[in-house]
């Protein structure tokens, strides 16, 4: 697993500093819609994804899913309930195929004594999720839901995107469902603001795949 020295978690440790880490780390596989946890349960496993997606959910008042975040290759979750010690706050599940790397809560414990960096850099990437997912659940109850699809778009492709021929692809499958579900609007709306997005240029599809054609014009929806 040395490959995993890219990773910023683990990219400032040497390498005798990683073959100590080494034993305390277990990788799991999840199929899609697999759950990974469920909000309420103890907070046994601090978890990295290596390959795949994850979603961050939790349920509306009126039982409708919400995704507070999409987790990436090489971004952490259930940090904070690991180290403070409370059930997980929220739902997490394979959006597709993906292999997680996992530490148990009584060896990440153990790991961050020995190696001060690592919590510093567990603090950063936490702080700036719970930022996130604030941002979320705020533009849920205050944007307009054309600003929250715009504002979504946007995040994801500094996120995932990567710049092709027609623009910025946003590297992953989303369905509309899944765009509703992290916007907190109906699949209905989400299919009507799409669609009127590609009538004004603003996006297109390639193999399945958003791309974002005019990112200053879809910024002036967001703002």
Same mark, same amino acid.
């Given at each position: ?31 899609? $819609? +697999?759950? *990974?946890?469920?909000?309420?349960? %103890?907070?046994?496993? &601090?978890?990295? !994804?290596?390959?795949? @997606? ?9 039982? $409708? +899913?919400? *995704?507070?975040?999409?987790?990436? %290759?090489?971004?952490? &979750?259930?940090? !904070?309930?690991?180290? @403070? ?10 959006? +597709? ?127």
């Amino acid at each position: 697993m040395r490959q995993l020295n890219k990773v910023s978690l683990f990219k400032d440790l040497s390498d005798a500093e990683f073959k100590e880490l080494e034993p305390y780390l277990s990788t799991t596989a999840y199929r899609k $819609k +697999e759950t *990974i946890f469920s909000e309420g349960e %103890p907070p046994e496993w &601090f978890y990295l !994804v290596l390959s795949g @997606k994850v979603k961050i959910t939790k349920l509306s008042h009126e039982g $409708k +899913e919400i *995704i507070l975040e999409v987790i990436s %290759p090489t971004d952490i &979750f259930g940090g !904070v309930a690991v180290i @403070k010690g409370f059930p997980y706050p929220a739902n997490a599940v394979a959006m +597709e195929d993906s292999e997680v790397l996992k530490i148990s809560r009584k060896n990440l414990m153990r790991l961050m004594d020995r190696f001060p960096n690592l919590m510093y850099c567990m603090a950063m990437q936490m702080g700036e999720r719970m930022k996130s997912s604030y941002d979320s659940l705020k533009n849920i109850a205050l944007e307009r839901v054309e600003a929250r699809i715009a504002a979504l778009l946007l995040k994801l492709a500094g996120k995932v995107g990567r710049d092709t021929k027609e623009g910025t692809t946003i590297d992953m499958r989303l369905t509309k469902q899944d765009v509703a579900d992290m916007v907190g609007t109906t699949v209905e709306t989400s299919i009507r603001t799409f669609s009127k997005f590609k009538k004004q240029g603003l996006v297109t599809e390639v193999d399945g795949k958003i791309v974002i054609k005019d990112k200053e014009s879809l910024a002036a929806f967001s703002s």
